[in-house]
T-cell receptor, first 114, second 112 residues
Framework: AQSVTQLDSQVPVFEEAPVELRCNYS??????LFWYVQYPNQGLQLLLK??????LVESINGFEAEFNKSQTSFHLRKPSVHISDTAEYFC????????????FGRGTSLIVHP | SQTIHQWPATLVQPVGSPLSLECTVE??????LYWYRQAAGRGLQLLFY??????ISSEVPQNLSASRPQDRQFILSSKKLLLSDSGFYLC???????????FGPGTRLTVT
């Protein structure tokens, strides 16, 4: 079985500062990796995903994540955050060849201060 | 394009009352469907998933049940609610060719 660890439950940061949200996973087989974002009182939205190919993946709103197989990590980064990025961020992993049911991390609350 | 609907958006129910939450998906056929619960300050807990009409898999023992009477309809039910059933309930779908899930807007349930 796979597991996901989001090391930080809360990350406060000032507007226009860079941010990194950490995600580590464990799995004995190949995985697919995802980041979802959840704004208050809404459902989750897919932010970006890694399935194969380039280990660096980007979203349309400036976030990027890099798959690091040796460190079993998929950290999310943004060079300059906005107030509107304040939200809960969930890392998720799916084991390839399985039932494709994701294992989610417990989430990281990103709080952007003006 | 595909859309997913959930209703009601909010619900306040007394302990011991029944529950019915509905989720429907438009714009796709034979989706995989999921019910999650999100308690305050916690992550997502998978409750049920379905790969087809009438096919339900339960992930945790509880007083909740799920049904899939039609291809794109997924219902979460309870005969008698407990205080611990309070939370934010999310429905999600996944296509047969993709890996990511798409979530509905959620239902906020408060059991009093």
């Amino acid at each position: 079985a796979q597991s996901v660890t989001q090391l930080d439950s809360q990350v406060p940061v000032f507007e226009e500062a860079p941010v990194e949200l950490r995600c580590n996973y464990s799995s004995s087989v190949s995985v697919y990796l995802f980041w979802y974002v959840q704004y208050p009182n809404q459902g989750l939205q897919l932010l970006l995903k890694y399935l194969s190919g380039s280990t660096l993946v980007e979203s349309i709103n400036g976030f990027e994540a890099e798959f690091n197989k040796s460190q079993t990590s998929f950290h999310l980064r943004k060079p300059s955050v906005h107030i509107s990025d304040t939200a809960e961020y969930f890392c998720a992993v799916i084991r390839s060849g399985g039932s494709y049911i994701p294992t989610f991390g417990r989430g990281t609350s990103l709080i952007v201060h003006p | 394009s595909q859309t997913i609907h959930q209703w009601p958006a909010t619900l306040v129910q007394p302990v011991g009352s029944p529950l019915s939450l509905e989720c429907t998906v438009e714009g796709t056929s034979n989706p995989n469907l999921y019910w999650y619960r999100q308690a305050a300050g916690r992550g997502l807990q998978l409750l049920f998933y379905s790969v087809g009409i009438g096919q339900i898999s339960s992930e945790v023992p509880q007083n909740l049940s799920a049904s899939r009477p039609q291809d794109r309809q997924f219902i979460l039910s309870s005969k008698k609610l407990l205080l611990s059933d309070s939370g934010f309930y999310l429905c999600a779908w996944r296509g047969n060719r993709g890996y990511e899930q798409y979530f509905g807007p959620g239902t906020r349930l408060t059991v009093t």
